[in-house]
């Protein structure tokens, strides 16, 4: 076991050591927005509520959230293309963090949340941006290496979050959460204008930009729609665009409804909630050094059917346990954090590795439109579910991972498939 552990460590740092420009810039500069997301991040909800807002109105904001996201959306991969991927990362990340963040810390009710997450929604087009600066120089065997490495500073960043249940026990909900807002403004604008300095333009952003000050926006759209359709004949993107918006529902879900389950279902004083991030994040590095790097061996499929298995279980447990009950709560943190780590950077890696290259601005703006459209609903079906009852809104996790099984069966045929159409396209390139 002991040898097995070391094995598993020495080649996780030796994937550490060998990303260079873009991906090395993203990772080191990444805990600066980790850090200060983490913190707010377990309390945001009950924030809300003790602002004034509903579990309705809760609810509602995260499915206005998403119609926004879906808009901005829309215009994503044009504005990539015509700024540059560097400067649209820039422009629009300090828009939705630093301006979201300021929102947050000085909010008097719902529509303040509301208007925060409108202006938090344009992080939508620096989701294309971010993603081709991290994909397009990047060859494709070290992509998921890059997105579990993601994952990894954002699980570090999470050991910090007890601070934020010892800021409110001390200083009370409103006012340490309105600090650590405050705190999240400055740590991320700084992070932001640093990693700017470090990033370069990708190839493909360098060539994208000539291409775009001569294409009308009326034609763009064509193209975006035209290069969709062409990703949509191929079942392998199929199939990772489908995983990747049922991962974002289950995000959705659990961020939100959570720790008001917590709080008002299963009545953990507020302060002690902390601790669940806390475990989380430890049983979610574990996870992705011990569990991910073994499970991706064995392919996409039996990542993703582990995945979406342990969320499912975790959301039942939690659901299903008695009020104060730590040890099943600490036992779904636990299964959460496992299917958290093997999940979401199979499903990043699964979605980057789908999309062509040559046409990912595109592709992934339309997607994003797509992705933020069908989870829209069900934060305001979360929020109902949540008032007549906290432990009804985790039920949508079951139901949701339950096509995820479905969909991870299909992904060994749909990638013998696609290796076929590439061999023969090789092929006919060389005859």
Not at 35 to 42: G, H, K, S
Not at 161 to 190: D, E, I, K, N, Q
Not at 340 to 364: G, I, Q, Y
């Amino acid at each position: 076991m002991i040898r097995f552990v070391r094995r598993q460590v020495g080649a996780t740092l030796g994937v550490l050591r060998g990303f260079r420009g873009n991906t090395r810039a993203i990772l080191v500069t990444e805990p600066f927005w980790s850090v200060p997301y983490n913190l707010v991040q377990t309390y945001a909800s009950v924030y809300m509520l003790a602002l004034g807002c509903t579990p309705q109105q809760v609810g509602l904001v995260g499915s206005a959230a998403l119609a926004a996201q879906l808009v901005f959306s829309l215009v994503g991969g044009w504005i990539t293309d015509r700024l540059g991927r560097r400067r649209t990362t820039l422009v629009f990340d300090t828009i939705s963090w630093s301006g979201a963040m300021l929102l947050w810390a000085f909010a008097r009710g719902f529509p303040w949340f509301l208007a925060a997450a409108a202006v938090n929604s344009a992080v939508r087009i620096v989701m294309t941006s971010w993603t081709c600066l991290a994909i397009e120089d990047t060859a494709v065997d070290q992509r998921v290496h890059f997105f579990t490495w993601i994952s990894i500073a954002g699980v570090l960043a999470g050991f910090v979050a007890p601070l934020s249940g010892v800021l409110v026990g001390r200083f009370g909900l409103v006012p340490a959460m309105r600090g650590l807002y405050l705190f999240g403004f400055a740590a991320m604008t700084a992070m932001f204008i640093v990693r700017n300095r470090m990033l370069v333009e990708t190839r493909m952003g360098i060539q994208r930009m000539r291409e775009s000050r001569t294409e009308h926006p009326r034609r763009e759209l064509g193209a975006h729609l035209s290069a969709s359709s062409d990703a949509l004949r191929h079942p392998l993107f199929a199939i990772a665009a489908a995983t990747s918006i049922l991962a974002s529902i289950l995000s959705i879900v659990r961020t939100t409804f959570q720790s008001i389950l917590l709080t008002r279902g299963l009545s953990f004083p507020e302060a002690s909630i902390a601790v669940f991030p806390l475990v989380n994040a430890a049983v979610m590095l574990a996870a992705l050094v011990l569990l991910v790097p073994a499970l991706a061996r064995r392919g996409t499929a039996v990542a993703l059917a582990a995945g979406f298995g342990c969320m499912a279980a975790s959301a039942v447990l939690l659901a299903a346990s008695p009020r104060q009950s730590w040890p099943l709560a600490l036992a779904s943190t636990a299964l959460g954090g496992v299917g958290s780590a093997v999940l979401f950077p199979v499903v990043d890696s699964f979605l980057a590795n789908a999309v062509p290259d040559h046409s990912r601005a595109k592709v992934m703006a339309v997607f994003y439109v797509v992705m933020f459209a069908v989870p829209s609903p069900f934060s305001w079906i979360g929020g109902l579910l949540s008032a007549v009852s906290p432990r009804l809104a985790l039920a949508l996790v079951p139901a949701v991972c339950l096509p995820g099984l479905a969909l991870s069966a299909l992904v060994p045929r749909a990638e013998a498939r696609a290796a076929a159409q590439a061999a023969a396209l090789a092929a006919a390139r060389a005859g």
